[in-house]
C-alpha cells in the first residue's frame, strides 16, 4: 500500500472537517486501559532497505527444495519468463475494470487471447475467462450445459475442489438441477468405470479438474475417451457432451 504521509497543518483541516479538535478528541471513545501510551517494543525504525534486507534474511531462512503437500492449489506454479515481458506490452497494459471498454482495451484483447488458446489447446467449442473464481467459474459451466442441452442431470469428479462442489450445489437446490460426484481412484484421478457407470443420456455435462484438488494432473483425454456423442469435448476443465 502507497505511503501518504500529511503536514500538521492538513492533519488539522481533517480534524476539523469531523468535528474534532485534537487526536486525543478523535480517539475519546477508546476507554483508557485500551490506549498505548508507550512505544511498542519492536526494533527500528528501519529504513526502506533495511526493511526489505531484513525480509530477504528471514525468507532465505526458509526451506528450499523441498516438497510441497499444501494440495488444493497452494503449490509451487512455473511462470514463464517471458510472462512480465507480454504483460507489459501497450495493448495489454492498461487498467483492469472491464465494464469501461473505452480504457480497457487491453483487458478486453488478453482475455480474448487467452480463451482463443484455451480452445485451441483442449479442443473444446468455448471457453470463458472473464469468470472471477473458479467455483462462479464452475456453475457457470454447468448452468450453460443445462441450458443447451435441456437436461438437469451433472456429474461432477469428487476431485474437483470441495469449495467449488459447494457452490454449484448451493445454486441447484433451489433450481432442479440434480447433482451427482463420481468418486476417485487410488491414484487421485476419476474413477473411470464409475464415471462410464453413471454416464447417462440424461446427464448434461462432466465436470472434472486439472491439476486436481490433492494436486493429481487429470487426463481426461485418456479417462473420458469413451463418451458416446461427437460433440463430446477430449480434454480440459468442463466435458460437455
Known amino acids: 500500500m502507497r505511503y501518504l504521509p500529511k503536514s500538521p497543518a492538513e492533519r488539522q483541516e481533517m480534524l476539523a472537517a469531523i468535528g474534532a479538535k485534537s487526536i486525543e478528541e478523535l480517539f475519546s471513545s477508546i476507554p483508557e486501559r485500551f490506549r498505548l501510551r508507550e512505544p511498542l517494543k519492536i526494533p527500528g525504525p528501519y529504513s526502506e532497505a533495511e526493511v526489505i534486507q531484513y525480509f530477504k534474511e528471514r525468507a ?7 516438497t510441497s503437500f499444501l494440495g488444493a492449489g497452494v503449490y509451487n506454479h512455473l511462470r514463464s519468463v517471458v ?4 504483460i507489459q506490452r501497450g495493448e495489454f ?26 480452445c485451441q489447446l483442449t479442443g473444446q467449442e ?13 456453475t457457470e ?26 457452490v454449484l450445489k448451493t445454486y441447484a437446490k433451489n433450481s432442479g438441477l440434480h447433482v451427482e460426484e463420481i468418486p476417485f481412484s487410488a491414484s487421485g ?7 462410464q457407470a453413471a454416464l447417462k443420456d440424461d446427464a448434461a455435462a462432466v465436470v472434472v479438474q486439472s491439476p486436481s484438488h490433492s494436486r493429481r494432473r487429470c487426463t481426461p483425454r485418456a479417462e473420458c475417451w469413451w463418451l458416446p456423442s461427437p460433440r463430446a ?9
Not at 532465505?60 to 523441498?66: F, R
Not at 459451466?141 to 459447494?166: I, K, Q
Not at 469435448?233 to 457432451?241: E, H, I, L, T
Open 126 to 138: 468455448v471457453a470463458n475467462a472473464s469468470m472471477y473464481d473458479g467455483s462462479t467459474a464452475t
Open 189 to 195: 484421478t476419476v474413477d473411470a468405470k464409475a464415471l
Open 60 to 66: 532465505a531462512e526458509n526451506s528450499n527444495g523441498y
Open 141 to 166: 459451466a454447468v448452468l450453460m450445459a443445462e441450458r443447451l442441452t435441456g437436461r438437469r442431470r451433472v456429474l461432477v469428479a469428487r476431485s474437483v475442489h470441495p469449495e467449488y462442489r459447494d
Open 93 to 118: 497494459l492498461t487498467s483492469y475494470t472491464p465494464y469501461q471498454a473505452e480504457i480497457t482495451q487491453g483487458t478486453l484483447q488478453a482475455i480474448f487471447e487467452f480463451q482463443t488458446l484455451m
Open 233 to 241: 469435448s477430449p480434454s480440459g476443465w468442463f466435458v460437455r457432451r
Open 83 to 86: 510472462t512480465d515481458a507480454i
